[in-house]
């Protein structure tokens, strides 16, 4: 089946310094992938849609130049959490629409948990 | 951000015994998902549901997509100790010609063996 990466799977940071997270589609093109946000024992929250070619589209309440998304190309979303503080430390997922099978079925990337010291 | 109600919210299992979760909403939706996580990994599909009333079994697992198309249900028949992780709904939003899926609260399972 399709399978989606995500890269660092963990990383440390010190408050104030900026920290990339990607998403990349092994085996398909994505023109669309979605980053979502996860607290510890908690649901998964939509943060913003990654468009390919386009900018990306942001849920209610989150900052665009706090959590820059870039669609660089079918394969890649990169999220930048930019001058990261302690409360940004959380889960961070990312997901691409299925290819070509069942309608609606997303894959999910294995996540990246970030720490901000 | 918005989320859909599940419940219950967590609950705790006899190996082989059955297990009903539900997931609610005020709003209408198209498609239902439902997930399961596990630690520290991305949630992975269960099923799939994309018609009101519709029925679908996975194996040991069955879903069924609300008449109103408000709700759905997860069963899992005759538990067993991987069966242990969270559990989410989601529904599909298509608001503007493009979409986007609304996670539920989730259901942590526990199987005692």
């Known amino acids: 089946g399709a399978v989606v990466s995500q890269h660092p799977s963990r990383v440390i940071c010190k408050s104030g310094t900026s920290v990339k997270i990607e998403c990349r589609s092994l085996?398909?093109?994505?023109?669309?992938m979605f980053w979502y946000r996860q607290f510890p024992k908690k649901s998964l929250m939509l943060m913003a849609t990654?468009?390919?070619?386009?900018?990306?589209?942001?849920e209610q309440g989150v900052e665009k130049d706090k959590f820059l998304i870039n669609h660089a190309s079918l394969t890649l979303s990169t999220l930048t959490v930019t001058s990261a503080h302690p409360e940004d430390s959380s889960f961070y997922i990312c997901?691409?629409?299925?290819?070509?099978?069942?309608?609606?079925?997303?894959?999910f990337g294995p996540g990246t948990r970030l720490t901000v010291l | 951000g918005q989320q859909l109600n599940q419940s219950p919210q967590s609950m705790f299992i006899q190996e082989g015994e059955d297990v009903s979760m539900n997931c609610t909403s005020s709003?209408?939706?198209?498609?239902w998902l439902w997930y399961k996580q596990e630690p520290g990994e991305g949630p992975v599909l269960l099923i799939a549901l994309y018609k009101a009333g519709e029925l679908t079994s996975n194996g040991r697992l069955t879903a069924q997509f609300g008449i109103t198309r408000k709700d759905s249900f997860l069963n899992i028949s005759a538990s067993i100790p991987s069966d242990v992780g969270i559990y989410f709904c989601?529904?599909?939003?298509?608001?503007?010609?493009?979409?986007?899926?609304?996670f539920g609260t989730g259901t942590r399972l526990k199987v005692l063996a």
């Open positions: 990654s468009n390919e070619g386009s900018k990306a589209t942001y």
């Open positions: 709003s209408i939706f198209n498609t």
């Open positions: 997901s691409a629409p299925n290819p070509g099978g069942l309608t609606d079925t997303q894959y």
């Open positions: 989601a529904g599909k939003r298509t608001p503007s010609g493009t979409y986007k899926y609304i």
């Open positions: 085996d398909f093109q994505a023109t669309t």
